[in-house]
Protein backbone atom coordinates (compact mmCIF):
# COMPACT_ATOMS: atom_id res chain seq x y z
CA UNK A 1 0.00 0.00 0.00
CA UNK A 2 0.95 4.12 -0.81
CA UNK A 3 0.46 6.53 2.15
CA UNK A 4 0.47 10.26 0.87
CA UNK A 5 0.19 12.87 3.56
CA UNK A 6 0.37 16.59 2.75
CA UNK A 7 1.74 19.26 5.67
CA UNK A 8 2.17 22.96 4.88
CA UNK A 9 -1.19 23.91 5.11
CA UNK A 10 -2.96 26.68 6.86
CA UNK A 11 -3.88 30.46 7.35
CA UNK A 12 -2.38 33.38 5.11
CA UNK A 13 -3.58 36.42 4.33
CA UNK A 14 -4.38 37.64 0.26
CA UNK A 15 -0.83 38.30 -1.17
CA UNK A 16 0.61 36.26 1.06
CA UNK A 17 2.63 32.79 0.59
CA UNK A 18 2.54 29.20 1.74
CA UNK A 19 4.17 26.08 0.67
CA UNK A 20 2.54 22.46 0.89
CA UNK A 21 4.79 19.43 1.16
CA UNK A 22 3.11 16.20 0.08
CA UNK A 23 5.59 12.29 0.81
CA UNK A 24 4.75 9.37 -0.63
CA UNK A 25 5.32 6.30 1.73
CA UNK A 26 5.26 2.35 1.28
CA UNK A 27 3.11 0.84 4.10
CA UNK A 28 5.35 -2.37 3.36
CA UNK A 29 8.29 -2.63 1.30
CA UNK A 30 9.51 0.45 -0.91
CA UNK A 31 8.51 2.40 -3.48
CA UNK A 32 10.07 2.11 -6.60
CA UNK A 33 9.21 5.17 -8.86
CA UNK A 34 6.18 7.25 -8.92
CA UNK A 35 5.35 8.12 -12.45
CA UNK A 36 3.82 11.56 -11.53
CA UNK A 37 2.93 13.77 -8.81
CA UNK A 38 0.67 16.45 -8.73
CA UNK A 39 -1.59 18.73 -6.70
CA UNK A 40 -5.41 18.92 -6.76
CA UNK A 41 -7.79 21.16 -4.91
CA UNK A 42 -11.63 21.40 -3.97
CA UNK A 43 -13.43 24.45 -2.66
CA UNK A 44 -16.77 24.46 -0.37
CA UNK A 45 -19.35 23.00 -2.84
CA UNK A 46 -17.13 22.79 -5.87
CA UNK A 47 -15.35 19.46 -7.56
CA UNK A 48 -12.04 18.56 -7.33
CA UNK A 49 -10.21 20.15 -9.79
CA UNK A 50 -6.07 20.81 -11.24
CA UNK A 51 -3.28 22.23 -9.87
CA UNK A 52 -0.39 21.39 -10.91
CA UNK A 53 1.66 17.89 -11.87
CA UNK A 54 5.13 17.27 -12.13
CA UNK A 55 5.70 13.90 -14.09
CA UNK A 56 9.30 14.51 -14.27
CA UNK A 57 9.65 15.49 -17.42
CA UNK A 58 10.95 19.13 -16.75
CA UNK A 59 7.44 20.52 -18.08
CA UNK A 60 5.48 20.68 -14.99
CA UNK A 61 1.31 21.45 -15.88
CA UNK A 62 -0.47 24.52 -14.06
CA UNK A 63 -4.08 25.11 -14.34
CA UNK A 64 -4.12 28.83 -15.53
CA UNK A 65 -5.87 30.16 -12.26
CA UNK A 66 -2.00 29.55 -10.55
CA UNK A 67 0.10 30.34 -13.29
CA UNK A 68 2.53 32.61 -12.81
CA UNK A 69 1.43 32.31 -8.98
CA UNK A 70 1.94 28.57 -7.64
CA UNK A 71 5.57 26.70 -8.63
CA UNK A 72 5.41 22.67 -7.91
CA UNK A 73 9.05 20.52 -7.26
CA UNK A 74 9.75 17.54 -6.58
CA UNK A 75 12.33 15.13 -4.75
CA UNK A 76 12.09 12.37 -6.57
CA UNK A 77 14.74 10.52 -3.82
CA UNK A 78 12.21 11.56 -1.28
CA UNK A 79 8.96 10.47 -3.25
CA UNK A 80 8.06 13.93 -1.92
CA UNK A 81 6.34 16.81 -4.14
CA UNK A 82 5.60 20.80 -3.09
CA UNK A 83 3.80 23.55 -4.24
CA UNK A 84 5.28 26.73 -3.43
CA UNK A 85 1.97 29.43 -3.79
CA UNK A 86 2.60 33.24 -4.01
CA UNK A 87 0.51 36.15 -4.11
CA UNK A 88 -2.26 33.68 -2.44
CA UNK A 89 -5.94 34.92 -3.41
CA UNK A 90 -9.22 34.31 -1.76
CA UNK A 91 -10.32 32.06 -4.30
CA UNK A 92 -7.30 30.03 -3.20
CA UNK A 93 -9.10 28.60 -0.60
CA UNK A 94 -9.79 24.76 -0.94
CA UNK A 95 -8.72 21.63 0.33
CA UNK A 96 -5.24 20.54 -1.23
CA UNK A 97 -4.71 16.65 -1.88
CA UNK A 98 -1.55 15.40 -2.90
CA UNK A 99 -1.79 13.14 -6.27
CA UNK A 100 0.68 10.19 -7.24
CA UNK A 101 -0.03 8.26 -10.61
CA UNK A 102 2.20 5.24 -11.88
CA UNK A 103 3.48 4.36 -8.44
CA UNK A 104 5.23 0.87 -8.15
CA UNK A 105 6.12 -0.23 -4.81
CA UNK A 106 6.50 -3.68 -3.02
CA UNK A 107 9.94 -5.80 -2.96
CA UNK A 108 12.08 -6.75 -5.82
CA UNK A 109 10.08 -10.10 -5.78
CA UNK A 110 7.15 -8.64 -5.74
CA UNK A 111 6.21 -5.55 -7.36
CA UNK A 112 2.77 -3.66 -7.50
CA UNK A 113 1.75 -1.02 -9.57
CA UNK A 114 -0.81 1.57 -8.62
CA UNK A 115 -2.81 3.67 -11.25
CA UNK A 116 -3.29 6.46 -8.79
CA UNK A 117 -3.58 7.17 -4.80
CA UNK A 118 -4.54 10.79 -2.77
CA UNK A 119 -3.65 11.77 0.13
CA UNK A 120 -6.29 13.06 2.81
CA UNK A 121 -5.82 16.80 2.19
CA UNK A 122 -4.76 19.73 3.87
CA UNK A 123 -6.73 22.93 4.33
CA UNK A 124 -5.56 26.26 2.89
CA UNK A 125 -7.54 29.41 3.87
CA UNK A 126 -6.83 32.78 2.11
CA UNK A 127 -8.32 35.68 4.51
CA UNK A 128 -9.14 38.69 2.03
Known amino acids: QVQLVESGGGLAQAGGSLKLSCTAS???????????MGWYRQAPGNEREFVAT???????QYAESVTGRFIISRDKLKNEVYLQMSDLKPEDTAVYYC???????????????????WGQGTLVTVAS
Open 99 to 117: SAKGVAVGTLSAIDTYSER
Open 26 to 36: ATSGKIFSITE
Open 54 to 60: DSGDGYP
